[in-house]
């Protein structure tokens, strides 16, 4: 399983350039900050974000809420449906490519756009892994992103995944050994950077996952999208001020 193509990297100078001058939150709703690599960012119709799903869950829920970020989804990803009569809120913080390290290094953009979020959705490591990256090293990362966001709001709710695997036709034995240290490491993470006021909330996208719910090696389709939506809805839909 080779890392993500140079191609789909050309898609974040893409990113940058559209996505100058983001569109200030309503702070008076719960802000939700996606963050992560190309299964938040998506690339209809090739594969699946998630956040679509999510974002309907959310409506269905009367929930009072605000997908932020300071990206929104580029002309060439394909255009999402109308719901409910309102249109979709593609606020987010996913690259195509992003490693643990890319997302640190961006720490400063993301929070300029979004001083303050309520929640974050940190769904990152799969492509440190795809680069065989040492675990210490991307879990390090992670410490230190959870440490900048809880850093902004002392209330911050962080659910952290459990990555899915990859397709199972194309993980090597050496790959899953890896994505298994990965996922258990995060339990640790989350235990110790929990607080009173801010915790940090695991969601398995892992177990149960199936080989039916994937695009292609790496990338979700409809059906893996809305278990990964759902998934990180009964996570922390207890935590949304209604």
């Not at 350039?17 to 963050?35: G, H, K, W, Y």
């Not at 940190?122 to 992670?142: F, K, Q, T």
């Not at 915790?199 to 719910?213: F, G, R």
């Not at 409809?222 to 998934?231: L, S």
Request: glycine share 4%.
């Amino acid at each position: 399983m080779k890392k993500l193509a140079l191609f789909l990297v050309l898609l974040f100078t893409v990113y940058s350039c559209d996505n100058e001058d983001p569109v200030a939150p309503d702070t008076s709703l719960n802000q939700i900050l996606p963050i992560g690599d190309s299964r938040v960012d998506g690339a209809r119709p090739a594969f699946e974000s998630y956040r679509y799903e999510l974002w309907k869950l959310l409506v269905d829920s009367e929930l009072e809420f605000d997908m932020v970020g300071p990206y929104t989804d580029a002309d060439h990803v394909g255009g999402y449906a109308d719901y409910q009569g309102r249109s979709f809120d593609d606020d987010h913080a996913g690259v195509v490519g992003f490693e643990t390290e890319d997302v640190l290094r961006t720490m400063n953009f993301i929070l300029l756009s979004v001083p303050q979020p309520d929640i974050v959705l940190l769904g990152i490591g799969g492509n440190d892994l795809l680069a065989e990256d040492p675990i210490s090293e991307v879990i390090e990362n992670i410490n230190e992103i959870i440490d900048q966001l809880q850093a902004t709001n002392e209330n911050l709710v962080i659910v952290l995944e459990q990555i899915a695997p990859a397709r199972s036709d194309a993980i090597t034995p050496e790959q899953e050994q890896l994505l298994n240290e990965f996922n258990a490491t995060i339990t640790t993470v989350a235990e110790q950077q929990s607080t009173n006021s801010s915790p940090v909330i695991v969601v398995d996208m892992s177990a149960n996952w199936s080989d039916e719910y994937m695009a292609d090696a790496l990338h979700y389709n409809e059906e893996g999208a809305r278990v990964v939506a759902q998934r990180y809805f009964d996570a922390f839909v207890q935590y949304l001020d209604e």
